[in-house]
């Protein structure tokens, strides 16, 4: 287990998710096994449910094992959301490795961690194995939430720790819930 890593559960308010949002997610993460996808997921700052999911190219030269937003998506919805007051949680997947962040995760994020609220990592794997394409299996996904530690790299940026948090996936129905869930 990493060291960064603290797993008691979130004791905060969990992480809301329009239920259409998070399959959203999950399919474009399955669309592209068997590389790893990357995207965010959006929300107004002064609503609490994410409502939604946006695909960001992944320009890793290495896609099979890990992720690296296209910068011109990376840098326009970055303004976009400071200019709309938007809260934005990174999401990228790990087609065939545990929902659990890796070192280039955790080195990768040091630098950027303060443009989000979170961080979800949608897991394909399995027995030592990535799912099949076509298998309709709930992937193993899981949430943190991101804290700067009091220790800093030797490049002088922070370390993060990430924190589990709990996922409510939110079914929309109608217009008195969405009141009650923004
Ligand atoms: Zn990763």
Redesign the pocket.
Known sequence: MHDSINNQPDTRDPIHIECAVWEAMVNHARSQLPF?TCGVLIKPRHCRMYREFRPLMNRASERLH??QPDAQEWVALVMQAEREQHTLLLV?S?PGRPPI??T??TDGIALSAALFDAYI?VSFHKDGTHHKITDGDPPDTRAYRLHASSTQHRHGSRHILFELAHITIVERKDDSERLVTC
């Open positions: 790893e890990s992720f990228h790990h962040p890796s280039e995760d990592i």
